[in-house]
């Protein structure tokens, strides 16, 4: 069963930081977890999900506007893990964030193929 499971959201207080982690399992992540680009969306109540990184199989990376500078994905291909280290947090930045993963091969007009449950990030004022 393919799965990908966010943790490490959670409260903090403006300017604050956290570091999500996205878990994936089962096939085909058991055994090429690495050709895979990963991504980081978000949803904030009553808006539309947004971009928020995203990182090659090869460690290239991508970010939106928004967050460039403050946040920095990584990835740990023996641990099928990919992670978001949030630094600089702001109160707009509160938002469910889940991660997703697609082929390395897709273009990067295709829909993310796996999606995550997601996980809460609430930025106090």
């Known amino acids: 069963q393919v799965q990908l499971v966010e943790s490490g959201g959670g409260l903090v207080q403006a300017g604050g930081s956290l570091r999500l982690s996205c878990a994936a399992s089962g096939r085909p992540f058991s055994t090429s977890f690495s050709t895979y680009t990963m991504g980081w969306f978000r949803q904030a109540p009553g808006k539309e999900r947004e971009f928020v990184a995203r990182?090659?199989?090869?460690?290239?990376?991508y970010y939106a506007d928004s967050v460039k500078g403050r946040f920095t994905v990584s990835r740990d291909n023996a641990k099928n893990t990919v992670y978001l280290q949030m630094t600089g947090l702001k109160p707009e930045d509160t938002a469910v964030y889940y991660c997703?993963?697609?082929?390395?091969?897709?273009?990067?007009?295709?829909?993310?193929?796996?999606w995550g449950q997601g996980t809460q990030v609430t930025v106090s004022s």
């Open positions: 997703a993963a697609r082929p390395n091969w897709a273009p990067v007009s295709r829909e993310y193929d796996y």
């Open positions: 990182i090659w199989s090869g460690g290239g990376q």
